[in-house]
């Protein structure tokens, strides 16, 4: 089993940053790959981004591309989501998530992570 957390949520200005962290606890030397996913109320859950645990390639969904980055501290067992650029649109419930199977940009939806974080809030304010 792997655990996670997410922290780092919260009430934003347009165009401000935030970073959201993910700590993985538990048989995290089984994850491939660990993802970022968001729901906003009333929508289905979306694919933000994802990383290879090994080698650390990244992939993203095109509505953030360029404004968030991925990162990851082997170490810590933790990701990061540095969001830039925040938008209205950006508003959702953050979750994190992870495999044990599927590694590759191809891994870009729910069906594929079998672990998930409780999420955590993001709202930007206009």
């Known amino acids: 089993q792997v655990q996670l957390v997410e922290s780092g949520g919260g009430l934003v200005q347009v165009g401000d940053s935030l970073r959201l962290s993910c700590a993985a606890s538990?048989?995290?030397?089984?994850?491939?790959?660990m993802a970022w996913f968001r729901q906003a109320p009333g929508k289905e859950r979306e694919f933000v981004g994802a990383?290879?645990?090994?080698?650390?390639?990244?992939y993203y969904a095109d509505s953030v591309k360029g404004r968030f980055t991925i990162s990851r501290d082997n170490a810590k067992n933790t990701i990061f989501l540095q969001m830039d650029s925040l938008r209205p649109e950006d508003t959702a419930k953050y979750y994190c998530?992870?495999?044990?199977?599927?590694?590759?940009?191809?891994?870009?939806?729910?069906?594929?992570?079998?672990?998930w974080g409780q999420g955590t809030q993001v709202t930007v304010s206009s």
């Open positions: 990383i290879r645990w090994s080698g650390g390639a990244t």
């Open positions: 538990g048989l995290t030397f089984s994850m491939l790959q």
């Open positions: 998530a992870a495999n044990t199977w599927c590694a590759g940009v191809g891994c870009n939806t729910e069906q594929y992570y079998n672990y």
